[in-house]
């Protein structure tokens, strides 16, 4: 599985970004955000068929993700940008399905196999 996230920017508190991931075979997809100083943090995960979704807490509401899989591309829009939103931002893959099962395998980043490089997202107050 081959990963490349990119659409991160600067943008003010409030608007909104569009990344993108693309992943090659048939795999679940998470993001994950890391802050300087700051333990990779969960943000949101999909299933192969887009079927199935989650966030994590401080997103729910705000960010969407979805995919396409005739363009091999997940992606994450994020609304109402805050602040605390500032990090480098991870997409992840996975071949176990299950992982989606549990809350606690989604939102770990050593369930995921492969990863992406990251897309910086910077929020200005």
């Known amino acids: 599985v081959q990963l490349q996230a990119s659409g991160g920017g600067l943008v003010q508190a409030g608007g909104s970004l569009r990344l993108s991931c693309e992943a090659s075979g048939r795999s679940v997809i998470g993001w994950f955000r890391q802050a300087p100083g700051k333990e990779r943090e969960y943000v949101a995960a999909?299933?192969?068929?887009?079927?199935?979704?989650y966030y994590a807490n401080s997103v729910k509401g705000r960010f969407t993700i979805s995919r396409d899989n005739a363009k091999n591309t997940v992606y994450l829009q994020m609304n109402s940008l805050e602040p605390e939103d500032t990090a480098v931002y991870y997409c992840?893959?996975?071949?176990?399905?299950?992982?989606?099962?549990?809350?606690?395998?989604?939102?770990?980043?050593?369930?995921?196999?492969?990863w992406g490089q990251g897309t910086q997202v910077t929020v200005s107050s």
């Open positions: 992840a893959a996975t071949l176990t399905t299950s992982t989606l099962l549990s809350s606690r395998a989604r939102s770990t980043p050593r369930s995921y196999d492969y």
């Open positions: 999909i299933s192969w068929s887009g079927g199935n979704t």
